[in-house]
């Protein structure tokens, strides 16, 4: 008997040993299947060679036969017949390699991270849901699939991604999904769209509206005019000023008179850095070695394994372009054709405002506008949880957009206000697809004013070059009509007066083609100058990168790529060519302790670069930093005053340090003691060299640029071990090359246009998604060091090369 209970108990161990490594529990992977050698993540390695040089796929949904070519950087050159063929293989090729990472970042999008890691990004979900992520997408989504064009990519890209999906096995699922324990989805159209809004959110999604209106009701209007100025001292703007208008300026709305009231009280109403940017630019055949343009661009996000690029070569009747695309969007984004070539940076105007709602009681199913109650729309979220049960989530919506937090709660970003309606662009219907599908098939210079008429979100600055020694500059997107200063603070959501009155016509978006001066460029700063007759915002990128591409531009003759590659890698750092100087001036060398008095010489032999080496931009970094920390803390701090606040920027900040010795703002006005300027400094100096002694040891090369800033590439979910940690590079925040500890340029390419068009890129990472394939990081070391790899442009399919290392055809 007792011989037949131990072998059921041993039964029962088993099985409960089995369900137990079969089975996520909570956020521990299920470690039977992951490690298995029949389906577990041994199945994910590759070998070198793992792509077959020849091979037939059968895909049913094809039309006609396409042919493939991959090249020896794993790049997919794609020949269809006909547009449903060219995007179903785009989808295909692009899941094959990406699947994972554009199903994972859908999912944020969506605000459905929950469905797959359970409770813990709840409310990441709530956020993303909230901010209307998915109400624009299916706004956006109409708009596309209304257009014949735009639905057949998006239909047939869609297909081409589900083939792949159904064609995968257990064994053959990429890792992360046997990781997270979880399966694939079908791709739909509305994935495509809610990857569009994602980028809108990382580069529009923000606003410091709030920040601003705390700080003028504490201080009042004439302060904030005085810190936070509309216009900064330095700049040196996209469309340069003087540039003539070529349009009739539309009437401006007229500001509200409540509102040129509040600005001129001294007691104002009481109303409740990403380090993202991009580089482009293009120079004329005038200034180029060749005759013919050339064209630069570099986008600066956040740098993850797997990349956020994908590279393809696209090719069908009326089109021939190979560029870099986001996974899980078709059509390229970034790249050239035999005639044009194109770009984009962000443009950061001010297309996000908050309005500060009325209710009519605590239901809040109406408020209060334009002299009546309004009903409140109420859209009820179903988010699901994995291990748990569902969660309902109700956003109220108003004609504004969504109220973001309806109710007291700490909010997921902590400038967003409580029961505030939030106007958006990114809520707005466009077709930034057929944008892209004009672009890639442009020829001339009309056809790229044509193309930008229907991109909307996020605005960029659309940068173009073309054979026919045309050059420009476009900051392009839908941007609200306001009159001056309208969404710098929260708006009253009771007046009509304060609502977004129309939209600049797109014919009247700043722009300029063909300048004297011989380039174009872009780098985040201001669109336009003080002459430009709409108000597109107050806060945009610091001047130092856009002037020091612009200096070495405008110094520039018989210019190669390899003349913009290196501009590209440019590490000079203009604040602190600007400020060192004067903080060096305003330390007392007297007071220094030995080792002060060494670093500070040594601080003054510096040449200002920051290169990966250098001990001196850590130094600097730090000092200068504190110092700002120690003029504004006080006054701008949270901790401090128990408002969300912003500190003034940096132009401002400049100049007190540079021309106000005697400025209030310099003493901490919770010491007894009034310091000046001299401390502040001499404190700060202190702090940097503490704070690296403590780090490092005494000062050595331990002290180096890139040890102190530590550029990480991490895997997307942050799975240790599956990035790359202290990256030996130089670069950081506010240099040409923004290379900072987790930004920088995301993708670098450079475009020679002529007879023969010739290109050169490379982005942080690999093709393949997959951390088991040789794909994966195989470009990593060409982007750290600065260089570039020749872009393989096919003409055909029958193209000779020794750069093909594959040849497919995919067949129904």
Same mark, same amino acid.
């Given at each position: 008997?007792?011989?037949?209970?131990?072998?059921?108990?041993?039964?029962?161990?088993?099985?409960?040993?089995?369900?137990?490594?079969?089975?996520?529990?909570?956020?521990?992977?299920?470690?039977?299947?992951?490690?298995?050698?029949?389906?577990?993540?041994?199945?994910?390695?590759?070998?070198?060679?793992?792509?077959?040089?020849?091979?037939?796929?059968?895909?049913?949904?094809?039309?006609?036969?396409?042919?493939?070519?991959?090249?020896?950087?794993?790049?997919?050159?794609?020949?269809?017949?006909?547009?449903?063929?060219?995007?179903?293989?785009?989808?295909?090729?692009?899941?094959?390699?990406?699947?994972?990472?554009?199903?994972?970042?859908?999912?944020?999008?969506?605000?459905?991270?929950?469905?797959?890691?359970?409770?813990?990004?709840?409310?990441?979900?709530?956020?993303?849901?909230?901010?209307?992520?998915?109400?624009?997408?299916?706004?956006?989504?109409?708009?596309?699939?209304?257009?014949?064009?735009?639905?057949?990519?998006?239909?047939?890209?869609?297909?081409?991604?589900?083939?792949?999906?159904?064609?995968?096995?257990?064994?053959?699922?990429?890792?992360?999904?046997?990781?997270?324990?979880?399966?694939?989805?079908?791709?739909?159209?509305?994935?495509?769209?809610?990857?569009?809004?994602?980028?809108?959110?990382?580069?529009?999604?923000?606003?410091?509206?709030?920040?601003?209106?705390?700080?003028?009701?504490?201080?009042?209007?004439?302060?904030?005019?005085?810190?936070?100025?509309?216009?900064?001292?330095?700049?040196?703007?996209?469309?340069?000023?003087?540039?003539?208008?070529?349009?009739?300026?539309?009437?401006?709305?007229?500001?509200?008179?409540?509102?040129?009231?509040?600005?001129?009280?001294?007691?104002?109403?009481?109303?409740?850095?990403?380090?993202?940017?991009?580089?482009?630019?293009?120079?004329?055949?005038?200034?180029?070695?060749?005759?013919?343009?050339?064209?630069?661009?570099?986008?600066?996000?956040?740098?993850?394994?797997?990349?956020?690029?994908?590279?393809?070569?696209?090719?069908?009747?009326?089109?021939?372009?190979?560029?870099?695309?986001?996974?899980?969007?078709?059509?390229?984004?970034?790249?050239?054709?035999?005639?044009?070539?194109?770009?984009?940076?962000?443009?950061?105007?001010?297309?996000?405002?908050?309005?500060?709602?009325?209710?009519?009681?605590?239901?809040?199913?109406?408020?209060?506008?334009?002299?009546?109650?309004?009903?409140?729309?109420?859209?009820?979220?179903?988010?699901?949880?994995?291990?748990?049960?569902?969660?309902?989530?109700?956003?109220?919506?108003?004609?504004?957009?969504?109220?973001?937090?309806?109710?007291?709660?700490?909010?997921?970003?902590?400038?967003?206000?409580?029961?505030?309606?939030?106007?958006?662009?990114?809520?707005?219907?466009?077709?930034?697809?057929?944008?892209?599908?004009?672009?890639?098939?442009?020829?001339?210079?009309?056809?790229?004013?044509?193309?930008?008429?229907?991109?909307?979100?996020?605005?960029?600055?659309?940068?173009?070059?073309?054979?026919?020694?045309?050059?420009?500059?476009?900051?392009?997107?839908?941007?609200?009509?306001?009159?001056?200063?309208?969404?710098?603070?929260?708006?009253?959501?009771?007046?009509?007066?304060?609502?977004?009155?129309?939209?600049?016509?797109?014919?009247?978006?700043?722009?300029?083609?063909?300048?004297?001066?011989?380039?174009?460029?872009?780098?985040?700063?201001?669109?336009?100058?003080?002459?430009?007759?709409?108000?597109?915002?107050?806060?945009?990128?610091?001047?130092?990168?856009?002037?020091?591409?612009?200096?070495?531009?405008?110094?520039?003759?018989?210019?190669?790529?390899?003349?913009?590659?290196?501009?590209?890698?440019?590490?000079?750092?203009?604040?602190?060519?600007?400020?060192?100087?004067?903080?060096?001036?305003?330390?007392?060398?007297?007071?220094?302790?030995?080792?002060?008095?060494?670093?500070?010489?040594?601080?003054?032999?510096?040449?200002?670069?920051?290169?990966?080496?250098?001990?001196?931009?850590?130094?600097?970094?730090?000092?200068?930093?504190?110092?700002?920390?120690?003029?504004?803390?006080?006054?701008?701090?949270?901790?401090?005053?128990?408002?969300?606040?912003?500190?003034?920027?940096?132009?401002?900040?400049?100049?007190?340090?540079?021309?106000? $010795?005697? @400025? #209030?703002?310099? /003493? &901490?006005?919770?010491?007894?003691? =009034?310091?000046?300027?001299?401390?502040?400094? %001499?404190?700060?100096?202190?702090?940097?060299?503490?704070?690296?002694?403590?780090?490092?040891?005494?000062?050595?090369?331990?002290?180096?640029?890139?040890?102190?800033?530590?550029?990480?590439?991490?895997?997307?979910?942050?799975?240790?071990?599956?990035?790359?940690?202290?990256?030996?590079?130089?670069?950081?925040?506010?240099?040409?090359?923004?290379?900072?500890?987790?930004?920088?340029?995301?993708?670098?390419?450079?475009?020679?246009?002529?007879?023969?068009?010739?290109?050169?890129?490379?982005?942080?990472?690999?093709?393949?998604?997959? $951390?088991? @394939? #040789?794909?994966? /990081? &195989?470009?990593?070391?060409?982007? =750290?060091?600065?260089?570039?790899?020749?872009? %393989?442009?096919?003409?055909?399919?029958?193209?000779?090369?020794?750069?093909?290392?594959?040849?497919?055809?995919?067949?129904?």
């Amino acid at each position: 008997m007792l011989r037949y209970v131990r072998a059921v108990l041993a039964l029962i161990t088993a099985l409960s040993l089995t369900w137990v490594l079969n089975t996520k529990q909570g956020e521990v992977p299920p470690f039977g299947k992951f490690l298995s050698p029949f389906r577990g993540f041994w199945r994910n390695a590759e070998a070198a060679d793992a792509l077959p040089t020849q091979q037939t796929l059968r895909l049913p949904g094809l039309q006609q036969p396409v042919q493939v070519r991959f090249d020896d950087k794993r790049v997919p050159h794609i020949f269809a017949q006909n547009d449903h063929d060219l995007y179903y293989t785009q989808g295909y090729l692009t899941a094959q390699d990406r699947l994972w990472q554009m199903d994972f970042v859908t999912h944020v999008a969506g605000g459905r991270l929950s469905e797959i890691v359970g409770p813990a990004r709840l409310e990441t979900d709530r956020f993303f849901r909230r901010m209307g992520l998915p109400f624009g997408a299916r706004k956006s989504l109409e708009v596309m699939m209304a257009d014949p064009t735009t639905r057949t990519v998006l239909t047939s890209y869609s297909a081409g991604v589900n083939a792949y999906i159904q064609s995968l096995t257990p064994a053959s699922l990429p890792f992360e999904y046997k990781l997270l324990d979880y399966k694939p989805e079908p791709w739909a159209p509305l994935k495509c769209a809610l990857l569009l809004k994602y980028m809108a959110f990382d580069l529009s999604g923000r606003s410091d509206d709030l920040r601003l209106s705390n700080a003028l009701r504490k201080y009042g209007p004439a302060v904030v005019k005085d810190l936070f100025p509309g216009y900064p001292t330095r700049e040196d703007p996209i469309v340069p000023v003087g540039t003539p208008l070529d349009f009739t300026p539309e009437q401006v709305p007229p500001t509200p008179a409540s509102f040129e009231a509040a600005m001129s009280n001294s007691t104002p109403q009481r109303e409740p850095d990403p380090e993202l940017g991009s580089n482009n630019f293009a120079v004329s055949g005038s200034k180029s070695a060749s005759g013919f343009p050339l064209l630069a661009n570099d986008p600066h996000l956040q740098l993850n394994l797997p990349s956020i690029w994908y590279q393809v070569q696209l090719s069908a009747p009326g089109v021939n372009v190979y560029g870099v695309t986001i996974p899980g969007a078709p059509t390229v984004i970034i790249g050239f054709n035999q005639e044009v070539a194109w770009g984009v940076t962000n443009v950061g105007a001010d297309v996000l405002d908050w309005y500060q709602l009325k209710f009519k009681d605590d239901t809040r199913r109406a408020y209060w506008h334009d002299g009546r109650w309004k009903p409140v729309r109420r859209v009820v979220e179903h988010i699901k949880v994995r291990g748990q049960p569902d969660r309902l989530d109700t956003v109220l919506y108003t004609h504004h957009g969504p109220v973001v937090y309806d109710k007291q709660e700490k909010p997921f970003l902590p400038q967003t206000p409580i029961r505030h309606a939030m106007r958006w662009t990114a809520h707005e219907g466009a077709n930034e697809v057929l944008a892209f599908y004009r672009l890639n098939r442009a020829r001339t210079y009309d056809d790229y004013t044509t193309a930008l008429t229907t991109y909307g979100s996020p605005a960029q600055n659309f940068i173009f070059a073309s054979q026919q020694n045309d050059i420009a500059i476009w900051p392009n997107g839908r941007l609200p009509l306001k009159w001056p200063n309208q969404g710098k603070f929260v708006l009253d959501g009771t007046d009509p007066a304060y609502d977004w009155q129309g939209w600049i016509p797109q014919a009247q978006n700043p722009h300029v083609k063909n300048p004297a001066r011989g380039f174009v460029s872009s780098a985040n700063q201001f669109s336009a100058g003080p002459d430009y007759p709409y108000y597109l915002g107050w806060d945009f990128a610091s001047w130092e990168r856009g002037h020091r591409i612009n200096q070495r531009l405008a110094r520039m003759t018989r210019v190669t790529p390899d003349s913009l590659r290196r501009l590209q890698n440019d590490n000079l750092g203009l604040n602190a060519q600007l400020m060192l100087p004067r903080l060096l001036a305003l330390v007392p060398t007297a007071q220094l302790t030995p080792a002060e008095q060494q670093l500070h010489k040594q601080m003054r032999r510096w040449n200002y670069s920051y290169d990966a080496a250098a001990i001196a931009p850590g130094v600097f970094e730090l000092w200068y930093t504190n110092l700002v920390k120690r003029l504004w803390a006080d006054d701008f701090g949270l901790a401090a005053t128990g408002l969300e606040m912003r500190n003034p920027p940096r132009d401002r900040t400049n100049n007190l340090i540079l021309r106000e $010795p005697n @400025s #209030p703002w310099i /003493d &901490d006005r919770h010491t007894p003691e =009034r310091e000046t300027l001299p401390q502040l400094a %001499l404190a700060s100096f202190r702090f940097a060299a503490d704070s690296l002694t403590r780090k490092f040891g005494p000062l050595s090369e331990k002290w180096a640029w890139k040890n102190q800033k530590s550029t990480d590439i991490l895997h997307l979910a942050q799975l240790p071990g599956f990035g790359h940690m202290d990256l030996d590079c130089g670069g950081g925040a506010g240099i040409v090359n923004a290379t900072s500890e987790r930004n920088g340029p995301s993708w670098r390419m450079v475009v020679a246009l002529g007879p023969r068009v010739r290109a050169y890129g490379v982005f942080p990472g690999g093709q393949s998604g997959n $951390p088991g @394939s #040789p794909a994966y /990081d &195989d470009l990593l070391e060409t982007w =750290r060091i600065g260089q570039l790899n020749e872009l %393989l442009f096919l003409r055909s399919a029958d193209e000779p090369t020794s750069r093909v290392r594959a040849a497919w055809t995919l067949e129904r």
